[in-house]
């Protein structure tokens, strides 16, 4: 059955069941967070609110390619 055979009350039907488990699926991922308890340090906080700024003025961070050449060369 297509989208177009559906009548207005199964269409909305579909629509609320699509949101639904969408809502339920997003709940369970954020319950079933191991971290969520826990409290970040407020060094690591200072990190995160900085490179938000930085990115919300259109700065770019360090390649992605650039931080694996440095973590291989940790090894």
Not at 19 to 31: A, N
Not at 39 to 61: A, D, H, P, Y
């Amino acid at each position: 059955m297509q989208i177009k055979d559906l009548s207005i009350n199964d269409f909305k039907s579909l629509i609320q069941d699509t949101v639904k488990e969408t809502i339920e699926q997003t709940l369970i991922e954020y319950l079933d967070d191991p971290d969520f308890d826990l409290n970040l340090k407020q060094e690591v906080k200072k990190r995160l609110i900085k490179s938000q700024e930085n990115t919300e003025k259109g700065e770019k961070g360090i390649p992605l390619t650039e931080v694996i050449k440095q973590l291989n060369n940790l090894k």
